[in-house]
T-cell receptor, first 114, second 115 residues
Framework: DAMVIQNPRYQVTQFGKPVTLSCSQT?????MYWYQQKSSQAPKLLFH???????NEADTPDNFQSRRPNTSFCFLDIRSPGLGDAAMYLC?????????????FGPGTRLTVL | AQKVTQAQTEISVVEKEDVTLDCVYE???????LFWYKQPPSGELVFLIR??????QNEISGRYSWNFQKSTSSFNFTITASQVVDSAVYFC????????????FGSGTRLQVQP
C-alpha cells in the first residue's frame, strides 16, 4: 500500500546530541511537510519541501534543519536538542496540484530528550 | 492570517449518543479548503474530509456528517450513534488554495466515548 513511513517510531536522545528523524513516502507526492506536535497541542508546521524547494516557517528555530535528497525521502535534523524539543514529529505529504491539497500523515516519531 | 478555533477541549459521551464537534475559522482568502482529521491514541493523523469553500453542500459518510456554513464561518462535524472506536482527538484545519498551502490546525477536541 502507498503510504508515509516514519522511522524510528520512538527516539531517545540526550540533551545537545544531534538527532535525525526519517520520513519516506511511496505516494510520489511533490510536497513533504514536517510538523511538531507537543502534548495536547495541535500540530505546528516547521517547514515543507515543494519538490526541492525548501520553505521554512518564520518561527521555526534554527536548531531544526531538513534535507530532501530525493522525492521519496525527507529528513528532520535537530542539531542540539533541548528539553523543550521533546514532542511527536509528524511527516506529511501532499500532491499539491490544483485542488489536491489533502495531506497524508505518517505515524509520527515520538522524541524524548534526556 | 488564518485561524481555526475548536472551543470544545474535551467531550465525553456514552456509546450510541450523537455528538457534534464545533469548528470556527477565520481567513481573508475567498477560496480555501477545510479539513477534519482524526488522531487516535496511536498518533497517526487520519484524513476524514476536505471541503472547498465554494461548496456548501453538507456531506454524510456513514455515521459521519459535516455541516459547512460559510455565513458563520463554521464547519461542524457530527458523529451519529457514537462508538468506542470513535474515541480520539479530532482536529479541524484550514488551508489556502494557492500560495502557502500549509494546514492551520485548531487545537483539537478530545472525544471520549464510554461503553
Amino acid at each position: 500500500d502507498a503510504m508515509v513511513i516514519q522511522n524510528p517510531r520512538y527516539q531517545v536522545t540526550q540533551f545537545g546530541k544531534p538527532v535525525t528523524l526519517s520520513c519516506s513516502q511511496t505516494l510520489n507526492h511533490n510536497v513533504m511537510y514536517w510538523y511538531q506536535q507537543k502534548s495536547s497541542q495541535a500540530p505546528k508546521l516547521l517547514f515543507h519541501y515543494y519538490d526541492k524547494d525548501f520553505n521554512n516557517e518564520a518561527d521555526t528555530p534554527d536548531n531544526f534543519q531538513s534535507r530532501r535528497p530525493n522525492t521519496s525521502f525527507c529528513f528532520l535534523d535537530i542539531r542540539s536538542p533541548g528539553l523543550g524539543d521533546a514532542a511527536m514529529y509528524l511527516c506529511a505529504t501532499s500532491r499539491a496540484l490544483g485542488q489536491y491539497n489533502e495531506q497524508f500523515f505518517g505515524p509520527g516519531t515520538r522524541l524524548t530528550v534526556l | 492570517a488564518q485561524k481555526v478555533t475548536q472551543a470544545q477541549t474535551e467531550i465525553s459521551v456514552v456509546e450510541k449518543e450523537d455528538v457534534t464537534l464545533d469548528c470556527v475559522y477565520e481567513t481573508r482568502d475567498t477560496t480555501y479548503y477545510l479539513f477534519w482529521y482524526k488522531q487516535p491514541p496511536s498518533g497517526e493523523l487520519v484524513f476524514l474530509i476536505r471541503r472547498n469553500s465554494f461548496d456548501e453542500q453538507n456531506e454524510i459518510s456513514g455515521r459521519y456528517s459535516w455541516n459547512f456554513q460559510k455565513s458563520t464561518s463554521s464547519f461542524n462535524f457530527t458523529i451519529t450513534a457514537s462508538q468506542v472506536v470513535d474515541s480520539a482527538v479530532y482536529f479541524c484545519a484550514l488551508s489556502a488554495v494557492t500560495g502557502r498551502r500549509a494546514l492551520t490546525f485548531g487545537s483539537g477536541t478530545r472525544l471520549q466515548v464510554q461503553p
